[in-house]
């Protein structure tokens, strides 16, 4: 980052969209495992994963319950995020 002299910033690119159409039988788990690693929108979910909205929906309604999930408004969006206790 010698343009910004910014010696500790990490540039981490935009996340691939998936090209998976078909139904995933861990679709909970895998959207567990991505907000457990960073907080995640539903269009972030959408795009990362390949699922449809209602199904991502259905799911966040059943981790809701996770002991450290959160539901975080942010300007860009609410963000789902389950944090370690």
Do not use: H
């Amino acid at each position: 980052m010698d343009l910004w002299q910014l010696d500790n910033v990490r540039i981490i690119a935009k996340a691939k969209q998936s090209t998976q159409t078909q139904f995933r039988s861990d679709t909970e788990t895998a959207i567990k495992e991505t907000i457990s690693r960073r907080p995640c929108t539903v269009e972030d979910l959408i795009t990362m994963l390949g699922l449809c909205e209602e199904e991502i929906d259905r799911c966040l309604g059943n981790l809701s319950s996770l002991k450290g999930f959160e539901k975080v408004e942010q300007e860009r969006g609410v963000f789902y995020q389950i944090r370690e206790q």
